[in-house]
């Protein structure tokens, strides 16, 4: 297993809060959302019929903060990547770790956390 | 024969005392003498008479129905100067004579007019009564200067009706701080905070020395030589009991006539109820112990003496939206023994307090958010022994479920505290009488019709108990801002909330979902006519990016194109748009213009600039297009200029948003070409004048439009649409399309307040769309000066190094 390598992704301050941003890492299509405290990174595809979760809008359902898809309101969870409204046993979105430092964002070189765990 | 019963007051101890006699069986001939013209009202609700929430008719308790269907004989406009005990008789002012067998008294209080120099002077008012409420309403407005003497609960009621009304408020306020009875200082300063938020200026320490001016008021001199400009003033310093009746009689009195626990005075045949008795030394003010001695005199007085009034636990509400106040029991914390747990928070202009002593709970302040005032006022009624809820003194645990926190409680809990209404009172209402909604629990059991702020818990007991509950028309906007629009509308103005973050994180959750947001979003651009903070995280995709978001992710854009009308020019750059960016679907839409379909997002900014158009509004709720015919530009049966008058009123209301999407069109005669009787607003031409039609449809329904109102000149139909366009911005629900609009508020509404209002009123509604348009702009313009990566993806800075998306260096 190869030593995972945190790698600086850009400034936080182009991360406007709680609004997504796209980018192109390993091949994937990433959104990467500031939710203010902490920045989150999930695959830019909604399970459903893969719309683009960089377009949805922060919201939350019942304390758990989400992402709605901007095609068919999806609510997706930001933590675990499942679709919680409406309620379905289906795929998650993949999400990777993410971090915040010196006002930098940083993504893990690697493996996504679903294929990490 | 009948016993005679005479009442004198017409007020609410009086008139709720003879409601409860008659529940039990008696044989009175009841006869209410009032000097206040009217049937019994609300006194409670004279605030929101003043405020404009309430009409008159709203706050009646008693219609004269009432009195005529139970036998009581009304003496309304009778005062009485005399009661002779010896011969049992009352004597009224008029010069008539009444015998008795019974007396109640209930005269209630009056309001204390201090001996200031100047106090009879014209403009000079106090506020306990409707005609009170009636002078003070026709004698304010815009421009009017107002002083309010005292800062308790009726002065600074009375001072945000005022200001509701127009006026510039100050209130003087003799204390230290506001609401020095029911508040300790910090909390009247937190209050005095939300208050000046509100608009309202607060004087505090100000001692008024006289009133001047010639006749009419002028101005408020206090003591320190200040002298304040007014041409209103409301007295609200105090009441005082309205005993001298019963003193002059030789009944036992102190302040107030004297009772006992039956409601008993010193004679056998004289009972007193309300504000004018005085129990144990104690006074009354509020109408919750009122109901309490009500009961027990109904059963005393019926031969059925046995409950008893025991006293009451002061507790106050202040009824101002937005400055939420509750106080109860005894809040000094200097007392020995006692312990005193608080809250502040100055930011939100939260601030709580609970004295407790041997853990239970003495007193309580509650500043700023007053929503779980029902749990303080339980625990401070039961003693409740409060060690195992310390950790969760002041948040409780939020309810596992819906419905759990109204299940949580007893029966006997009190729900409305203003009419004595328990829970086990509503669930029974429920059972026998099939109450489901809020409307008829007011009806059978009077919950909810006092100061109204149990409402929303009636509601959630409605929810959780009655099998058919049916939801009140006035809606919540979503779960996570439990509050209607109207309420939201007022609460964005009068607290002066500018962002979609600071309503969340003061009257919602905090984060808000894609529900609320965007119809947040709308509400604060409205309110403050464009002047709100633009939080792009709160609006929906296409209003970030403006344009459409399509099923692939790609988007549509449609340039605006006033009246359908184009250029060779135009078609050309289009035409080389298209191809420049491999668009893969070019389109003429149902809207007379041309749609660019597929687009990818970073290319948007792009397209822009070589098309050099502007937005075509196509993404989002707003003015979408004016579809015009060709009209007597070139039309055979044009009557009109189509055309031109098209493309001016796409001008005119061009870049601004509206509750949901708008779509107008001009024809030229009545053959109607560009389909004008079914869109949202509509001019027909016909031979020397236009018709105006609203809230027509051609959806998935299709719904003609009504006729706003016919006119002569081109000028004037383009005003007609203005008004209602403005107005329908300003109280349009969220989503609403005009078409649901004309039909909730009704036509004969719609015209009374757009073109058959004031000239006032339509200039206010003329000037507040101007002050929007003046500030709105061409959205696609945004591509000059982009937010960070706002279309492209960010790309990985090589080598680690990490740079500020700038203007300069933005993907354009
Ligand atoms: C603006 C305002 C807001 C209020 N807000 C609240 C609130 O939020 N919560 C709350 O609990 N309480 C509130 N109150 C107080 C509440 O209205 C009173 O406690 C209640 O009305 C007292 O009832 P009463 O019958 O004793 O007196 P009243 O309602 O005043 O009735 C007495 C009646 O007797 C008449 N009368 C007096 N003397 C004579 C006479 N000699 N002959 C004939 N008729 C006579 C009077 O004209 C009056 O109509 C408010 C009061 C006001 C003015
Ligand atoms: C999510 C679904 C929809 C989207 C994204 C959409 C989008 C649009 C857009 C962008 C336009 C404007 C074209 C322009 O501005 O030139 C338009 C026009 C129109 N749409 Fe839709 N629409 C939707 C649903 C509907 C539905 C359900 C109906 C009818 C039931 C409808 C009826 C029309 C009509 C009649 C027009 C022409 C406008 C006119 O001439 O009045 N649309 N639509
Ligand atoms: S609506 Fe009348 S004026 Fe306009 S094109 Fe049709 S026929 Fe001509």
Not at chain 2, 234 to 252: E, M
Not at chain 2, 262 to 273: G, I, Q, R
Not at chain 2, 423 to 449: F, N, P, S, W, Y
Request: aromatic letters at 6%; hydrophobic letters at 40%; proline letters at 3%.
């Amino acid at each position: 297993m190869s030593n995972p390598q945190w790698v600086p992704i850009t400034a936080i301050e182009n991360l406007p809060l709680n609004e997504g941003r796209s980018l192109h890492w390993q091949g994937l299509d990433i959104a990467l959302f500031n939710l203010g405290a902490r920045v989150v990174a999930v695959e830019n595809k909604c399970p459903h019929q893969h719309g683009p979760l960089v377009d949805g809008m922060v919201s939350n359902v019942e304390g758990r903060v989400t992402v709605t898809c901007p095609l068919h309101t999806r609510r997706i969870c930001l933590d675990t990547g499942q679709i919680i409204k409406p309620a379905t046993a289906g795929p998650c979105v993949r999400s990777f770790p993410a971090k915040i430092e010196a006002g930098v964002v940083l993504l893990q070189k690697g493996r996504s956390e679903a294929e990490a765990a | 024969m009948k016993q005679r019963l005479a009442v004198i007051g017409n007020g609410m101890a009086g008139v709720f005392t003879v409601e409860q006699i008659l529940k039990h069986n008696h044989d009175f001939e009841i006869t209410i003498f009032g000097d206040e013209t009217h049937v019994n009202y609300n006194r409670i609700l004279l605030s929101s008479v003043l405020a404009g929430e309430k009409e008159v008719d709203d706050i009646v308790l008693n219609d004269i129905d009432w009195y005529r269907a139970n036998d009581i004989q009304a003496r309304l406009g009778l005062r009485i100067d005399k009661i002779d005990l010896a011969n049992k008789t009352i004597h009224s002012a008029q010069g008539c004579t009444t015998t008795f067998d019974k007396l109640l008294i209930a005269t209630g209080s009056s309001a204390f007019r201090p001996p200031i120099d100047g106090i009879d002077k014209q403009g000079v008012f106090v506020f306990r009564t409707l005609d009170d409420a009636k002078h003070l309403l026709a004698l304010s407005g815009t421009g009017v200067k107002a002083v309010v003497i005292g800062g308790g609960l009726l002065g600074l009621e009375a001072a945000r009706g005022l200001q509701l009304q127009g006026c510039e408020v100050t209130v003087l306020h003799l204390g230290t701080h506001l609401m020095d009875r029911q508040l300790d200082f910090t909390g009247g300063q937190f209050l005095k905070r939300k208050l000046e938020s509100l608009g309202i200026t607060v004087i505090c320490k100000a001692s008024t020395m006289a009133f001047t001016g010639a006749g009419h008021v002028e101005g408020v001199r206090l003591t320190d030589g200040r002298t304040l400009d007014a041409n209103l003033v409301v007295v609200a310093a105090g009441i005082k009991p309205n005993s001298g009746l019963a003193r002059s009689a030789g009944l036992d009195v102190n302040k107030g006539i004297v009772v006992n626990e039956y409601l008993e005075t010193s004679h056998p045949d004289v009972f007193a109820v309300g504000e004018c008795t005085e129990f144990n030394g104690q006074l009354f003010g509020l109408v919750a112990p009122i109901w309490e001695q009500g009961k027990v005199l109904a059963a005393t007085i019926t031969g059925n003496r046995g409950p008893v009034f025991t006293g009451y636990t002061p507790a106050t509400k202040l009824k101002i939206m937005g400055a939420d106040v509750f106080s109860a029991g005894d809040f000094d914390d200097q007392r020995d023994g006692v312990e005193c747990v608080r809250l502040e928070d100055p930011a939100l202009g939260i601030y709580k307090k609970l004295i407790l002593r041997d853990n239970k709970l003495e007193g309580v302040i509650l500043v700023g958010d007053a929503s779980d005032d029902h749990r303080f006022m339980d625990w401070l009624r039961n003693g409740t022994d409060l060690t195992d809820q310390r950790r969760h003194l002041l948040s409780p645990a939020a309810a596992a479920g819906p419905g759990e926190d109204t299940a949580a409680l007893p029966d006997t809990h009190t729900i409305c505290g203003c009419n004595g209404v328990s829970k086990g009172a509503i669930i029974e209402a429920v059972h026998t009488h099939g109450v489901c909604t809020l409307a008829q629990l007011k009806d059978k059991t009077r919950a909810a019709t006092g100061c109204g702020s149990c409402a929303g818990l009636c509601q959630s007991l409605l929810k959780a108990v009655a099998p058919d509950y049916a939801e009140e028309k006035a809606k919540v906007l979503c779960e996570c801002v439990a509050f209607t629009q109207d309420q939201l509308r007022e609460i964005i103005r009068s607290q002066k909330l500018k962002g979609v973050q600071e309503v969340l994180d003061i009257y919602g959750n905090g984060i808000g979902c894609e529900v609320c947001k965007p119809a947040l979003s709308y509400l604060v651009d409205v309110v403050w006519q464009g002047d709100h903070n633009e939080d792009r995280s709160a609006r929906f995709i296409n209003d970030r990016v403006h344009a459409n978001i399509q099923k692939d992710g790609t988007f549509s854009v449609i340039p605006r194109m006033r009246g359908g009308v184009t250029t060779p020019a135009e078609l050309r750059k289009i035409a080389d748009v298209a191809e420049k960016y491999n668009v893969p679907l070019v389109k003429v839409t149902g809207s007379q213009r041309i749609d660019l379909l597929g687009v990818k997002k970073q290319d948007l900014p792009h397209i822009w600039e070589d098309l050099g158009m502007r937005s075509g509004q196509g993404y989002t709720k707003g003015v979408r297009m004016v579809k015009t015919c060709v009209g007597s530009t070139f039309c055979r049966f044009g009557t009109q200029d189509a055309i031109t008058t098209g493309v001016e009123l796409e001008r005119r209301l061009e870049d601004l948003f509206t509750p949901h999407k708008t779509k107008l069109a001009v024809v030229g005669c009545p053959r109607n070409c560009a389909e004008a009787t079914v869109k949202d607003i509509g001019l027909i031409g016909q031979e020397g004048s236009w018709q105006i039609v609203v809230g027509g449809a051609a959806g998935k329904g299709v719904r003609k439009a009504d006729l706003l109102i016919t006119v002569e000149s081109t000028e004037e139909a383009l005003e007609a649409a203005s008004l209602f366009f403005q107005y329908y911005r300003e109280n349009g629900v969220y989503l609403e399309r005009t078409y649901d609009f004309v039909e909730r508020l009704g036509m004969e509404k719609v015209r009374r307040d757009t073109v058959y209002a004031t000239d006032a009123v339509k200039q206010g509604l003329l000037d507040r769309l101007q002050r929007s348009k003046d500030r709105a702009s061409d959205a696609w313009l945004e591509r000059h000066n982009p937010r960070p990566f706002q279309f492209a993806p960010i790309e990985v800075a090589p080598n680690g190094l990490v740079q500020i998306e700038t203007e300069e260096n933005a993907h354009v």
